[in-house]
T-cell receptor, first 116, second 113 residues
């Protein structure tokens, strides 16, 4: 049963601490997306990768957020230093990029982050 | 121009009724229009999708109606059931340009038993 996995599922931390969220995309998928979900803003795209190369991180606060794909089986989203306004659910999604066929994204279960 | 506007924000429907959620877009380059369903504590999952070369797509109780000239599309849920209670996101993508999907803000649907 192929699915996107995310760790941790829940994280509570204090303001100023570093937070690292991890995602394992579905094997064989070549695109990875990071989203942030809040009640006010809905689903915001933070960053996306194709074939491990970062293609768009325009939605990400550059001063504190960073996203990487060290290898094809791992994507990371790091916040340093964290702030209370970063409290949200962070989703990772993966997909298979195919020209003009529309690209279904498969979402993980999310990491619920609370910054005190 | 990259936005997808979704309404209503929340919707309450009686069991057995029809749930209707509407979306509008501006970018005429969009060529793929999916709807995602999200249950509490879960990630969104693809429910149904349509391309602009057809005006309607039906899968079971779920139907997408698409109006290309008006740049609008909608999700109809027939015979709504309590198990359909979830948040629904419309979305759009320019698949010629990149892999990104632009999501609407979501509609929280509650079906009364």
């Amino acid at each position: 049963d192929a699915r996107v996995t995310q760790t941790p599922r829940h994280k509570v931390t204090e303001m100023g601490q570093e937070v690292t969220m991890r995602c394992q995309p579905i094997l064989g998928h070549n695109t990875v997306f990071w989203y942030r979900q809040t009640m006010m803003q809905g689903l915001e795209l933070l960053a996306y990768f194709r074939n491990r190369a970062p293609l768009d991180d325009s939605g990400m606060p550059k001063d504190r957020f960073s996203a990487e794909m060290p290898d094809a089986t791992l994507a990371t989203l790091k916040i340093q230093p964290s702030e209370p306004r970063d409290s949200a659910v962070y989703f990772c999604a993966s997909g298979l990029s195919r020209d003009r066929l529309g690209n279904e994204q498969f979402f993980g279960p999310g990491t619920r982050l609370t910054v005190l | 121009q990259q936005q997808v506007k979704q309404s209503p924000q929340s919707l309450i429907v009686q069991k057995g009724g029809i749930s209707i959620i509407n979306c509008a877009y501006e970018n005429t380059a969009f060529d793929y229009f999916p709807w995602y369903q999200q249950f509490p504590g879960k990630g969104p999952a693809l429910l149904i999708a349509i391309r602009p070369d057809v005006s309607e797509k039906k899968e079971g109780r779920f139907t997408i109606s698409f109006n290309k000239s008006a740049k609008q599309f909608s999700l109809h849920i027939m015979d709504s059931q309590p198990g359909d209670s979830a948040t629904y996101f419309c979305a759009a993508s320019d698949s010629d340009r990149d892999d990104k999907i632009i999501f609407g803000k979501g509609t929280r649907l509650h079906i009364l038993p």
